[in-house]
């Protein structure tokens, strides 16, 4: 019986493989600290290996360095022993939500949620903290203790997280925030889908830096833009030279060859032009006659393209063949000139079928029209007055809270296009910098617009706000309780502005089932790993103090707790339905139907075996403890094999 690692990947060994795929002949052997013998990779070959000439020196070369790099790039690759853990209370519909909300420093949840959400987010969009000498909160060396952090810094929170004041006279002052976003991009650069994107806010001071960790990162051939957002008009007075009105976006793409933009219209001129819209997005109509392009629009120089086109009573259906109730149309425009459609017969059905080809009643006739698609290219200028982030931003939040909470929230309508832009309707979107959770408000929003089911995952450190601040005299004592608060508000809110629309639809408008709008969120925090240290770390004990270690688990952890690390460790996502259900005397947790089934009872009643193999799960946990000797685990074990011997069964 297999027993689950109930950690992070290590992906040092992962790359390592990979590596040894392509060039084997690069791998060689090493001793770690231990005196165990492991692969490793030697990196002069594998420089030589990928050279085209003589590989001597290395120290010039067309690179971004900076000090930490190295440090940055093992921080990503090494392993973490932490977990999530759910917290009902203070969630939004639990058990049926798909959204996610957690709590914890972002680089421990993107490192937790690696194997989940490997390859399934569509969408990161992320406001970083600007560079420009005000405090970040952040871990940044996992391996210190608070004691040599306060020596260090003087300043630390209570999860152990460093308050760092990053002003100028600081010598690493780029360095330090270019290595916390570093870290940071590349493990979520894994979560993204093929087709995913990445945009990210920032103003002028980090911008040339982001740019080079970003090219490094993605890809300087996916770096699809970078946009210009004027979101302060008449600029900040109080600054002496240049008063500055817009920041920017960054955006990148997972890989260029798959990705692409929805065919949306947001630019206010184009919405104006392209002024209907369907399943596939906005679009006007035109005459399916050609009436330009001189004699050549005319019968004689394109017979082809003059046939009948046959249309139903209902004006829904079309025909190439004359048939009983439908009515023939011609190319004949006014006058009686005989022109001729805009495509062949073989173009028409196709475009027909696809229901771009529309027909009207005009003057007691037919008339048929094309739908025009906006093929619009989206500028790197965005000016519009939604975007601008007081009124859209700051006095929006603050009339939701009842209560100035928070410092320069986006707009939501400058999300919302991003959203319009790259995300379809069953995707997930990923905020690891939610603050105000601007993010999760918009994703709401348009579901409710357009009846889609985008998903959202907020990740905020639960920063501590000043004492003196308004948000803190409101009740927030943390910036994740303001962002919290915000889903909770605006969800109701939406769902009453979506009841009384419905009330007052137009002829032609279809309602969203506001029963159906996922305005939810369950709430995960990071933590310590569930289990002892005797659960990674046995040669370290002797039999003595194994004695007193009657569990691997830590006494303070619920069966839910558990439940999620076993999700988290099997791959699985989040927000899959869970069931509970007493068989017999024991709990049972069953996740997508059949997808894992766990119990963490101490006493399991060997009979719920059956029970649990005529739901043929494809994978089945128990606790180490839950089985009296190695008797019973043999036993359960091959009584699986029996009834269900596709089922993998695993114990912590």
Not at 410 to 424: A, G, P, Y
């Amino acid at each position: 019986m297999d027993k689950l690692k109930m950690q992070t990947p290590d992906l040092t060994d992962k790359n390592i493989e990979q590596i040894a795929q392509l060039f084997p002949n690069v791998i060689t052997e090493t001793k770690d600290e231990d005196g165990t013998i492991k692969k490793a990779v030697d990196f002069d070959l594998l420089k030589q290996v990928l050279s085209k000439t003589l590989v001597e020196d290395d120290n010039e070369r067309y690179r971004l360095d900076w000090p930490g790099k190295k440090a940055s790039l093992l921080k990503a690759n090494t392993p973490i022993i932490k977990t999530l853990r759910p917290f009902r209370k203070e969630s939004v519909n639990f058990d049926t939500t798909e959204n996610l909300y957690i709590e914890g420093d972002n680089f421990e949840v993107l490192k937790i949620l690696q194997e989940s959400y490997l390859g399934k987010v569509k969408m990161i969009y992320i406001d970083p903290p600007y560079n420009t000498g005000t405090a970040m909160v952040y871990h940044n060396d996992f391996s210190k203790s608070e004691d040599e952090y306060d020596e260090d810094i003087g300043a630390i929170d209570e999860g152990g997280g460093k308050l760092f004041k990053n002003t100028e006279s600081n010598g690493r002052f780029h360095s330090d925030w270019i290595s916390m976003m570093y870290e940071r991009l590349i493990v979520s650069r894994d979560l993204l889908t093929n087709d995913g994107f990445i945009a990210i806010a920032i103003d002028h001071n980090e911008l040339h830096s982001l740019i080079s960790i970003c090219d490094e990162i993605f890809g300087e051939t996916n770096r699809l833009g970078v946009i210009t957002v004027v979101h302060k008009p008449e600029g900040r007075n109080q600054e002496k030279f240049f008063g500055t009105s817009n920041e920017f976006m960054l955006v990148y793409s997972k890989n260029k060859d798959f990705a692409s933009f929805n065919k949306v219209a947001i630019d206010n001129d184009i919405k104006d032009r392209f002024d209907k819209i369907d399943e596939y997005g906005n679009y006007r109509l035109k005459n399916f006659i050609r009436l330009t392009d001189g004699k050549y629009s005319l019968r004689e120089s394109k017979p082809n393209f003059y046939y009948p086109i046959y249309v139903s009573s209902d004006l829904k259906k079309f025909s190439l063949k004359k048939s009983e109730n439908y009515e023939e149309v011609f190319p004949i425009a006014s006058q009686g000139v005989e022109r001729t459609w805009k495509t062949t017969k073989d173009t028409f059905l196709e475009r027909a079928q696809k229901g771009d080809i529309v027909a009207i009643k005009e003057n007691n006739s037919i008339s048929l029209y094309e739908k025009l698609r906006e093929d619009q290219v989206i500028k790197t200028h965005w000016i519009k007055k939604e975007y601008h982030s007081y009124h859209f931003g700051t006095k929006l939040l603050e009339a939701l809270l009842n209560a100035k909470t928070f410092d320069f929230p986006k707009s939501i309508n400058l999300i919302l296009d991003v959203l319009k832009l790259m995300l379809k309707p069953q995707d997930i979107i990923l905020d690891f910098f939610s603050g105000s959770a601007t993010t999760a408000h918009a994703v709401m929003q348009l579901n409710a617009e357009d009846g889609g089911n985008r998903k959202f995952i907020m990740v905020q450190l639960p920063e501590k706000t000043d004492e003196n601040s308004e948000a803190y005299k409101a009740g927030y004592k943390t910036i994740a309780e303001i962002g919290k608060e915000r889903i909770r508000r605006a969800g109701k809110k939406i769902v009453e502005e979506l009841k009384m629309k419905t009330q007052q639809l137009k002829i032609g408008e279809e309602p969203v089932d506001a029963s159906k709008l996922d305005i939810g969120f369950r709430v995960y925090k990071t933590d310590d790993t569930n289990m002892k240290d005797v659960f990674y770390h046995p040669a370290e004990l002797d039999q003595k103090q194994l004695a007193f270690l009657e569990s691997n688990i830590k006494e303070d952890r619920t069966p839910e707790d558990l439940l999620t690390q076993v999700i988290l460790d099997l791959g699985l996502e989040l927000s899959l339905p869970v069931e509970t259900k007493k068989m017999l005397k024991n709990t049972v947790f069953i996740v997508q139907a059949n997808a894992l089934v766990a119990c963490f009872d101490n006493d399991i009643d060997f009979k719920i075996i059956d029970i649990i193999s005529d739901l043929k799960p494809f994978k089945v946990v128990f606790k180490d403890a839950s089985f009296k000797d190695d008797k019973d685990r043999i036993n359960v074990e091959e009584r699986f094999k029996r009834l269900s011997p596709e089922t993998k069964v695993t114990v912590i």
